[in-house]
């Protein structure tokens, strides 16, 4: 990006760096402000492109990747049981392939607004651990909101704090492997951080977090560089201080071990009489509730193949008589991404989440084999990311919807730095 004025770089760049900053800090107060953000973050960078009448930065595989599956979400919305709010979820979903080109446009022009990113979310984390422990322990938060089942700090009701930090975690790390050398006395500090927001996880009681966050410790220990004694560290010692807490306040543990085992129906405690009698037991997905809005998902899909039932419409076809399961069917999405893509999209929509799957797969082995070689495809760095990336592409796990707009934005941060750094690595070699 080339600027004529001070002016056009404060509208164009400065802005825009702002706002992407601050995007941790947004996402905290819920999806408005995040939303709002990258929306005026692409509006801008479409604004300079035309002013510029340069469009060749969105000359690029993974925005042509994108722009297929944006193409197709519009046309499966207008074809595949229309409605206006369908329509405009497809119509609006291309702001984040436009983001994420913007972003590491703005990187390539000066790179240095990466520690103001980095300082967000360090001092986010800072103030959620500080108040989430507090809430756990006193039974409120420094605000006075009371801890109900699990812990939420700011949050509240959303009940979705180990969520935002399992899925900022990886980037949070990498960014400070990225920024700083491990012997930098500021490093401890952050290791410190880096071991009490696992914990803070767990304390939340989000079940799908706690394995996320250690799905990316498990894929930085196999695939970086130098990483693996520093990882091994902060993941055995939160272990540690996870066993001390467990035996002080027992209330996270029995929610993400206790109650998992009971809602999966695995404990000859949990068999009901009638199945007890002639000796079956079932045995649930994740729960009865998870089980059943997948039994119902795979109904959709096998009755709508091609094109599913339309985007965001699970909610609506659950009640069908033909799709659902039991009283437990309906929510707004199935809760896993596979299921709701194959739903709500089809085949034809399934095949780019298999696509991204295979060459995530593909170039992750690639980087394994030459690791036995003693070399890397991927920096530390990029394993960071890719291991916040995992968390999105791993299918057995509960999830949120995938077009909803606070989990698709927490998503896509990811991507501008890997393309960045793939880029950058490009060009010095």
């Not at 510029?52 to 993974?62: G, H, I, L």
């Not at 530390?380 to 890719?386: K, N, Q, S, T, Y």
Request: net charge positive.
């Amino acid at each position: 990006m080339v600027f004529n004025s001070l002016g056009d770089k404060f509208f164009f760049f400065h802005i825009s760096t702002i706002l992407f900053s601050l995007i941790p800090i947004f996402l905290i107060t819920g999806p408005f402000l995040s939303d709002l953000s990258i929306s005026l973050i692409s509006l801008l960078f479409l604004l300079y492109c035309i002013k510029t009448n340069n469009f060749s930065y969105f000359k690029n595989k993974y925005f042509y990747f994108f722009l297929l599956f944006w193409l197709y979400l519009i046309l499966n919305s207008l074809i595949n049981n229309f409605s206006i709010d369908n329509f405009g979820t497809a119509i609006v979903y291309g702001r984040f392939g436009i983001f994420v080109i913007a972003i590491v446009a703005l990187l390539n022009v000066d790179d240095k607004f990466i520690k103001f990113f980095f300082y967000c979310i360090f001092v986010c984390f800072l103030i959620l651990i500080i108040d989430g422990f507090y809430q756990y322990f006193s039974g409120e938060n420094i605000l006075g909101w009371k801890r109900s089942e699990r812990t939420s700090s700011f949050f509240g009701e959303e009940k979705i704090l180990g969520s935002y930090v399992s899925r900022l975690w990886p980037i949070f790390f990498g960014l400070s492997i990225f920024i700083f050398k491990q012997k930098d006395k500021l490093f401890f500090l952050f290791i410190t951080i880096f071991i009490l927001s696992e914990v803070l996880i767990f304390l939340s009681g989000d079940r799908s977090a706690f394995f996320n966050i250690n799905l990316s410790a498990i894929f930085v220990i196999l695939f970086s560089q130098k990483l693996l004694k520093l990882r091994l560290f902060t993941l055995i010692t939160s272990i540690l201080l996870l066993i001390i807490i467990s035996f002080v306040n027992p209330t996270s543990k029995e929610r993400v071990f206790d109650k998992t085992f009971n809602q999966m129906n695995i404990g000859d405690q949990n068999i009901n009489v009638e199945n007890k009698l002639h000796g079956i037991k079932d045995i649930y997905i994740f729960s009865k509730q998870h089980t059943h809005h997948y039994i119902t998902g795979f109904k959709m899909f096998l009755d709508n193949k091609l094109l599913g039932v339309g985007i965001k419409n699970f909610r609506i076809f659950c009640s069908d008589v033909k799709y659902k399961e039991s009283y437990l069917s309906c929510s707004t999405h199935p809760h896993n991404t596979y299921i709701q893509i194959l739903a709500e999209t089809g085949l034809f929509g399934f095949m780019f989440l298999l696509t991204a799957l295979f060459y995530f797969c593909k170039y992750v082995l690639q980087h394994l084999f030459l690791r036995f070689k003693g070399k890397y495809y991927f920096t530390d760095f990029e394993i960071c990311v890719l291991s916040g990336i995992s968390i999105y592409l791993w299918p057995f796990i509960p999830t949120g919807s995938i077009f909803t707009n606070w989990l698709s934005i927490i998503m896509f941060i990811n991507m501008p730095f890997l393309i960045w750094s793939r880029q950058l690595n490009k060009i010095n070699d």
